[in-house]
């Protein structure tokens, strides 16, 4: 049976307005991006949240832009269906709109990923139309913040209702075709998500946004550490692989593996 057409980001977009929910999770390689794409996960996201979910780094900050290319060359490789979005590490959009360009341009040269995203509200609009204008789709990012981190003194729910509508309306006159709303009350992301034409895809956004993303980890259950209030077990792969790790050593030691089926004559 062929697997359906790659998702573009106009129909990305369109799908507000035709009242579709959008679906995106993270993806770090080759074999995850495949099972989520085959799945039929709407978009993907190569997120810089890699530096703590695959590195193992206390924040996002460490993450190089090279690191994210890495990542996103085996992603977008894997994809076929599914709208594959990468981050721009920090401070990469932050060091004027021609840097910003060469770097956002050399991710879609360099991987099959067809958008970057960007966090930022209103301070990001100029960065957002270079991008455009020199034919680069943008994901905006607005609400937490996580490359803010040390600015915002932690990971906190964004409540600044003024500023929020301000920044997403800005963001979307700037062209970006669609925008991450994260960790901000599900009331004011149902009032940003009414007054704007793009899609808010949520992630600690509540339920009104036209779509919603979470770290694939999260979702699996393999999460060591700290989960977030806003994330949702589907599935406990940890305990799974734990398991069956056990069951391996305990099988070596005691030389049940390898069987005779196991061997070559």
Do not use: W
């Amino acid at each position: 049976m062929p697997r359906p057409k790659r998702i573009t980001v106009p129909q990305f977009t369109d799908y507000k307005q035709s009242g579709k929910k959008i679906s995106m999770l993270t993806a770090y390689d080759y074999p995850t991006a495949r099972l989520l794409d085959e799945a039929g996960v709407d978009g993907i996201l190569v997120g810089d949240t890699l530096g703590m979910v695959v590195q193992g780094h206390e924040t996002t900050l460490p993450v190089t832009m090279d690191e994210m290319i890495y990542h996103a060359e085996m992603v977008g490789r894997a994809v076929d269906h599914a709208l594959v979005v990468v981050d721009m590490p920090f401070p990469s959009n932050h060091l004027g709109q021609h840097k910003a360009v060469e770097y956002a341009g050399r991710i879609l040269k360099e991987s099959r990923a067809q958008a970057v995203k960007l966090e930022g509200g209103a301070e990001q609009a100029d960065t957002i139309r270079a991008l455009v204008s020199a034919g680069i789709p943008v994901m905006a990012h607005c609400g937490l913040a996580p490359q803010s981190v040390h600015k915002l003194g932690g990971y906190r729910v964004q409540r600044d209702h003024d500023k929020l509508l301000a920044d997403a309306h800005s963001v979307t006159e700037a062209g970006a075709f669609a925008m991450v709303l994260e960790c901000i009350p599900s009331e004011l992301a149902n009032e940003i998500t009414q007054a704007i034409a793009i899609p808010t895809i949520g992630i600690g956004a509540g339920p009104s946004c036209d779509g919603q993303v979470l770290v694939i980890a999260d979702l699996l259950g393999i999460t060591s550490g700290y989960v977030p209030k806003f994330a949702k077990q589907y599935a406990n792969i940890k305990d799974t692989i734990i398991s069956a790790v056990e069951t391996y050593c305990n099988e070596v030691r005691t030389g049940e593996f390898p069987g005779e089926s196991h061997e070559y004559k």
